[in-house]
């Protein structure tokens, strides 16, 4: 079945790395999201990684794909407070591209 | 271009009521999708449109929610006879033709009392 989990709160000081990892089931996974939500906002869509790839880099955000375990991180160098929101991990099926399964999101703060 | 937009932001029923929300797609986008967020979940898919036809709809779309496009651009989602359980936030996205990327609204928070 389709499954996407995280964990739930990940609080890091302000210039640290922020390191956000998901785990999914559906082994037919094709696209592997990551979505950020501030309060109030609808979701905006971070960056995205196609399965055959290990690694997307996008300015301070790392994308990490271990297809084998099934694994997706995503770090966020040098965090500050506007990094503050909740991400959500995200896949779809090449054959179903229409549906994106979300986790349930990890809430990052960031400390002073 | 303003992005997805809907309307209303907010809205109050009371259980029974009907209700119906709109989205507005980036004008470009032939694909608009709804989907269901409750409070600490992430979203869930409800339905999708390939310009006016709706091509999918997930288990959670009772017979109470109807989703229309009539002319393949704004789409409406309506719920009949509303329960409090229905209380969450109603997001649409658009994205062109299988694309990748779906670009979400601001949502529509629905609280039923």
């Known amino acids: 079945g389709e499954d996407v989990e995280q964990s739930l709160f990940l609080s890091v000081r302000e210039g640290d790395s922020s390191v956000i990892n998901c785990t999914y089931t559906d082994s037919s996974s094709t696209y592997l999201y990551w979505y950020k939500q501030e309060p109030g906002a609808g979701l905006q869509l971070l960056t995205y990684i196609f399965s055959n790839m290990d690694m997307k880099q996008d300015q301070r955000l790392t994308v990490l794909l271990n297809k084998k375990d099934k694994h997706l991180s995503l770090r966020i160098a040098d965090t500050q407070t506007g990094d503050s929101a909740i991400y959500f991990c995200?896949?779809?099926?090449?054959?179903?591209?229409?549906?994106?399964?979300f986790g349930s999101g990890t809430r990052l703060s960031i400390r002073p | 271009d303003t992005g997805v937009s809907q309307d209303p932001r907010h809205k109050i029923t009371k259980r029974g009521q009907n209700v119906t929300f709109r989205c507005d797609p980036i004008s470009e986008h032939n694909r608009l999708y709804w989907y269901r967020q409750t409070l600490g979940q992430g979203p869930e898919f409800l339905t999708y449109f390939q310009n006016e036809a709706q091509l999918e709809k997930s288990r959670l779309l009772s017979d109470r929610f109807s989703a229309e496009r009539p002319k393949g651009s704004f789409s409406t989602l309506e719920i009949q006879r509303t329960e409090q359980g229905d209380s969450a936030m109603y997001l649409c996205a658009s994205s062109t033709d299988r694309a990748v990327e779906q670009y979400f609204g601001p949502g529509t928070r629905l609280t039923v009392t």
């Open positions: 995200a896949e779809s099926t090449y054959s179903s591209a229409s549906k994106i399964i």
